[in-house]
């Protein structure tokens, strides 16, 4: 097909210079290991060089890049040791629930780490341009596997039906995941960011 009147042209050579760093930023930010970034990103252009011939044109080749770098980063997690990831998320969900909840279970409404409501002020800090890089501090403090969920569900909206496919969780998993993320980045937000 590459052969057609009709094919788009793609020219690999520019790819480093016109789409190297947002997808190394795009990888940093998700693997949080800058060597780690930089080798998913040139697998990314060795399997976008393979597959060329396949690039239909319906998206702009960055966009076509970045879903082979989604892939690539998915695929690095499935690989590595799956119980590393659980137990560092079990310990994860063994300190929330230590700080947030009674001996019996229960939520303790006196514990100060509660979720309050944000006052003005703390409200007007969140359109600041320093907020997304507190954001991304906290963001890393997440366990590897919790902040990849969190990343592909909120930040990149990918469907969470595909979400628990690639991580091989169930919904009420997901949506626990989602939970304790958000609950773990709004407390780091609120401590380290949004002080009155």
């Not at 930089?38 to 998206?59: C, H, I, N």
């Not at 100060?112 to 341009?129: H, T, Y």
């Not at 939970?179 to 009155?196: I, P, Q, S, V």
């Amino acid at each position: 097909m590459p052969d057609s009147p009709d094919a788009p042209t793609i020219d690999p050579s520019t790819w480093i210079d016109e789409y190297g760093d947002a997808l190394y930023r795009f990888a940093l930010f998700r693997v949080n290991n800058a060597a780690l970034a930089e080798d998913l990103v040139q697998d990314t252009f060795l399997a976008g060089m393979k597959a060329k011939e396949r690039f239909s044109g319906r998206a702009s080749v960055k966009t076509w890049l970045t879903g082979i770098l989604k892939n690539k980063i998915i695929d690095h997690y499935r690989k590595k040791d799956r119980m590393r990831s659980m137990t560092e998320m079990a310990n994860f969900y063994e300190k929330e629930e230590a700080e947030l909840f009674s001996e019996d279970g229960h939520w303790d409404y006196n514990n100060p780490g509660i979720p309050k409501e944000w006052s003005p002020v703390q409200v007007e800090k969140l359109d600041r341009s320093e907020f997304m890089q507190h954001f991304h501090k906290c963001a890393k403090k997440l366990p590897e596997r919790v902040r990849q969920v969190y990343i592909m569900r909120e930040i990149d909206g990918t469907p969470s039906p595909e979400i628990c496919e690639k991580f091989d969780i169930t919904p009420q998993n997901l949506w626990t995941i989602l939970h304790r993320a958000r609950m773990a980045l709004r407390g780091c937000l609120e401590e380290n960011f949004l002080t009155d």
